[in-house]
Every structure is written in C-alpha cells, then in structure tokens.
C-alpha cells in the first residue's frame, strides 16, 4: 500500500505554451526542471514553515494562507517584492503551494513585466488534480471568485505525492471532491473507487497516484480541445454554479461545495429527465458515501444572495452541466429564472442530503 509509484509525465498541449505534468515527481529532484539561476519562489506561510527546507537555495516570497489571500492586495505585495529582488524578464517564477498560490502565481508571472515564465509543486490534492493545471489563474474580486485573471500555461506542474500527508482531512477532502467531478463528468470507472463509501486515505499513495493520473488526463482531453472555455471546457464546472455559491455562502472548502454542487446538478439532470432514477441514486450514494460532505445545512437565503451577486457576469442566462448518465456530461444554457428555481427546488427537497431511500 505504501510504495511509491513510478513517475508518469504528461504534456498539455496549449495555443501558446505545453505545459509538461510530472505525476509523482519529488519535491526534492525539483533542481532537474527549472533553470539554474534567477527563480523566485512563492509559497504560503504553511508551506514555507513544513517544506522549506527542501526548496531550492532561490529567495522566497511567502504569502498568508488560504482563500482569503486570494485577491488584488497580495498581487500588490508581490510584485513590490519582485521589484526589491531586481527580477527581470528572465525570471523564473515558482509557485509552491495549494490552489490558492498556484493561481496567484500564475497571475503574477504572467502580468509582471508583461509575462515570465512560471511553474508549480503541487502540494495539495486539489492543486495536482485541478488548480495547477489548465492554464486558469485568477483572483477574487468584490465578493466574486476568480473574476480577475488569465489563460496562461504553466511551463511545469510536479505533483509529488508525498506532500499530502501533512494535509488536514478537511483539505484532503476536498480535492476528493474536484476527483468526484472527473468521475462523473469523464471516467466512470473512477467513481468505483467511492462505492464502498471507505475512506480514501492519503498513505495510499499508489491510490492517489492512480487518482490524479486519471484527474489529469480528463482535464488534459478537455482542455486541449478548449483552452479558453467557449464550449467544452465548460464541464469542467460540473458541480461549481452552485458550489461557488456555496463556498462563500457557507465558508465551505472548495472540493466540499462541489460535492454540494453536483448533488444539486444530479438532481437537476434527473428532474429534467435526462438522468435516470436509477443512475441519479447512484450518483448521489456516492457523494454522500464519500465522506467529503458534513452534513452542513445548506440556508436557501443566503445561497440565493450569493447566487445573484456570483450571476452578475452571466447577463441573463448561464452555463449550468448537467448529466445524462454517469460518465456523460453536457452543458445547458439555461434562463438565470429557472436556474434560480432548481436552486430552490434542490435545498427545498426533503431527500437532499439523506440516503433514506436507498
Ligand atoms: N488552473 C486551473 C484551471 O485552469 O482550471
């Protein structure tokens, strides 16, 4: 169970720059793929505090961690210290971290001095199966996520799976949750590994290897067919309309709000009558087997305040993914009216969260 697995690579292909994906790489054999001189490091204070030690000799920038960091203030602060430490257009810039020092990096390399090369270590699950890949970097912006931002690629993103095991469980759940959505929109033969409803524990490295090759390679077939989301990227966000709404509602980790999200898109994708009963059950059971979701009471008002505040950007329609059978995603463009009717259906039905009837 605990031998580590072999390292597998993996090339995104982008409209400006690959981005090469080394699943199972090691934090510590790092020195191999970026450049000998002129990096500079960002991290979280968390991060800094577990795993400095094993950077590279490069200065560092450490950020305060979590969600909150996630805005135009900590851009700021960055690039006055990319300023002091004379970086110049042959800086390297690598992001060291979860999701929230991926996407800042990202934004940072790619707008300071119109654009410098950029990498991550991945240090959370949901980092090495999501945030780190894609070419997405982003802030928040006046209460709403990632309004803020760039489609740029990563040079270099190195997954090492040994860094997860300073993890919380909180954490870990979550990107189980951003796992979950590759199932369902992807790679049904993924969700088997959620049917027992055990837990998925961070020592099975071999397990988490397996996970995050078969997370990368969904997201990489999606995201070479739409780098900048004018179609098929939108799957993606299966689970995230809502769930968005639900992390800053409720204050929720990311991964924990998708799993919210895509009970709610299940739901919906049965209620519409593209989903059957049957494959809805399914699908439900095993969200709420999985142990991501804790029994949080989901407050309709609040839901539907941040709901509105999140559709401003939409005009007066959205994207919303729904599912005609496990594995098989689509997107439908659909009045924000309706959109706000199922949110109310879906909180309001009495079976939401139980798994009474099964
Ligand atoms: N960086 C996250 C994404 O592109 O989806």
């Known amino acids: 169970m605990n031998t580590l697995p072999g390292i597998q690579e993996v090339i995104i292909k ?14 510590d054999k790092l020195g191999k793929y970026i450049p000998k001189s002129n990096v500079i490091i960002i991290t979280d204070e968390r991060v800094h505090e577990l795993y400095s030690s094993r950077f590279p000799a490069f200065p560092v920038i450490s950020i305060k961690r979590g969600e909150e960091s996630k805005n135009l203030g900590t851009i700021e602060f960055i690039y006055s210290k990319l300023l002091a430490l004379n970086a110049d257009r042959n800086t390297y810039v690598l992001g060291i ?9 990202g934004f940072v390399a790619s707008t300071f001095l119109r654009g410098l090369k950029f990498g991550f270590v991945a240090t959370t699950l949901l980092a090495q199966v999501d945030a780190s ?3 997405k970097n982003g802030v928040n912006f006046s209460g709403i996520k990632n309004i803020i931002g760039v489609f740029n690629q990563p040079e270099l993103v190195i997954c090492d799976h040994s860094l997860l095991k300073t993890l919380n469980e909180h954490e870990f759940l979550s990107g189980l949750g951003e796992v979950l959505k590759y199932g369902f929109i992807g790679d ?3 969700l088997d590994y959620f049917k027992s ?4 524990g961070r020592a099975d490295l071999k397990l988490i290897h397996e ?4 997370s990368v390679h969904i997201k990489k077939s999606i995201v070479e067919k739409d780098e900048i989301e004018t179609g098929e990227r939108r ?3 299966f689970g995230h309309t809502f769930g968005h709404a639900i992390e800053s509602a409720h204050g929720l980790s990311h991964g924990m709000a998708v799993a919210y999200g895509m009970l709610a898109a299940i739901y919906i994708s049965e209620r519409e009558g593209y989903l059957s009963q049957e494959e809805s059950n399914r699908a439900r059971v095993i969200i709420l087997k999985s142990g991501i979701i804790k029994g949080v009471k989901i407050n309709l008002e609040k839901l539907q305040t941040q709901f509105m505040a999140d559709k401003k950007r939409s005009g007066n329609f959205l994207y919303f993914v729904l599912l005609h059978s496990l594995g098989n995603a689509f997107s439908e463009k659909a009045e924000i009216g309706k959109v706000e009717n199922w949110l109310a259906d879906w909180v309001n039905w009495e079976d939401a969260f139980t798994l009474e009837k099964d």
């Open 133 to 135: 890949l894609g070419g």
């Open 197 to 200: 409803g055990e837990f998925i």
């Open 14 to 27: 982008g409209l400006f720059r690959d981005s090469k994906i080394i699943i199972g790489g090691s934090l």
């Open 211 to 214: 996970l995050v090759v078969r």
């Open 188 to 190: 049904p033969e993924m």
């Open 235 to 237: 799957l993606l966000n």
């Open 97 to 105: 971290g979860g999701g929230v020092v991926c996407d800042i990096t």
